[in-house]
C-alpha cells in the first residue's frame, strides 16, 4: 500500500462545474497535509495547507480533512480552464523528527470550456 | 520576495561525469529540502537541511549523491559518478521553520546518457 494514493485521474470537468480531488494516507499519526498544484512542465505550487479536522476555505479552494477515515480532500468550485493541471497531495507522515513531504502521484485535472 | 531559485534549468551529462546542482532558498528560510521525481514516478524526498546541519537524508539513494550547505545559505547537490537511472527532475524546497509550508524551486532537468 501507497503512503499517499491518490486517482490519476485524468478528472474531466466542464467550466463552471466544482472540482473534487481525493487523497488518502496511510499513517494514522501524520499531522500535516498540502494541495499542491503542477503545471506541465513547472514546479509544484502550494495552494492549500491543513492541519486539524474539518474544511479550510481560501477562495475559490476548500480542502477537507478527516483524520479518523485518513482523509483529505481538495474542492475547486467555479472550475476555470486556468485551473487544469496536475494535483498533488502531499503528507507529513510523522517519523521521529522527520517533516520531509511524502506525494501521492497526483490527480490530472481538465477543465473544458 | 524572491522565490527559490535552482540552477542550471537542465543539464545533459554522461554516464560516469560529475554534476553540480545549486539551490537558492528564499531569503529567511532555514529549512531547506531536496526532492527528485524520476520518470513517471511521485516526487520523493531526498535530504532535509536545517541551517548548515543536516537534519535528515534518509532519502539519499547511495553514497554517488553529496549534498552541502555551507553557512546555511545556498547549498548544492553534487552526483559522482552519474549513473542512467539518476536522470530525473530535481526539486528544492525551502521553508521558515520545520512545521511551515514548503516553497518549490523550479526544478533541474538532470539527463544522463
Known amino acids: 500500500q501507497k503512503e499517499v494514493e491518490q486517482n490519476s485521474g485524468p478528472l474531466s470537468v466542464p467550466e463552471g462545474a466544482i472540482a473534487s480531488l481525493n487523497c488518502t494516507y496511510s499513517?494514522?499519526?501524520?499531522?500535516?497535509f498540502f494541495w499542491y498544484r503542477q503545471y506541465s512542465g513547472k514546479s509544484p505550487e502550494l495552494i492549500m495547507s491543513?492541519?486539524?479536522?474539518g474544511d479550510k476555505e481560501d477562495g475559490r479552494f476548500t480542502a477537507q480533512l478527516n483524520k479518523a477515515s485518513q482523509y483529505v480532500s481538495l474542492l475547486i468550485r467555479d472550475s476555470q480552464p486556468s485551473d487544469s493541471a496536475t494535483y498533488l497531495c502531499?503528507?507529513?507522515?510523522?517519523?521521529?523528527?522527520?517533516?520531509?513531504?511524502?506525494f501521492g502521484s497526483g490527480t490530472q485535472l481538465t477543465v473544458l470550456p | 520576495e524572491a522565490g527559490v531559485t535552482q540552477f542550471p534549468s537542465h543539464s545533459v551529462i554522461e554516464k560516469g561525469q560529475t554534476v553540480t546542482l545549486r539551490c537558492d532558498p528564499i531569503?529567511?528560510?532555514?529549512?531547506l529540502y531536496w526532492y527528485r521525481r524520476v520518470m513517471g514516478k511521485e516526487i520523493k524526498f531526498l535530504l532535509h537541511?536545517?541551517?548548515?546541519?543536516?537534519?535528515?537524508e534518509s532519502g539519499m539513494p547511495n553514497n554517488r549523491f553529496l549534498a552541502e550547505r555551507t553557512g546555511g545559505t545556498y547549498s548544492t547537490l553534487k552526483v559522482q559518478p552519474a549513473e542512467l537511472e539518476d536522470s530525473g527532475v530535481y526539486f528544492c524546497?525551502?521553508?521558515?521553520?520545520?512545521?511551515?509550508?514548503?516553497?518549490f524551486g523550479p526544478g533541474t532537468r538532470l539527463t544522463v546518457l
Open positions: 537541511f536545517v541551517k548548515e546541519s543536516k537534519q535528515d
Open positions: 502531499a503528507v507529513v507522515i510523522s517519523s521521529g523528527s522527520a517533516r520531509q513531504l511524502t
Open positions: 499513517d494514522r499519526g501524520s499531522q500535516s
Open positions: 524546497a525551502s521553508s521558515r521553520d520545520t512545521y511551515n509550508e514548503q516553497f
Open positions: 531569503s529567511g528560510h532555514d529549512n
Open positions: 491543513i492541519y486539524s479536522n
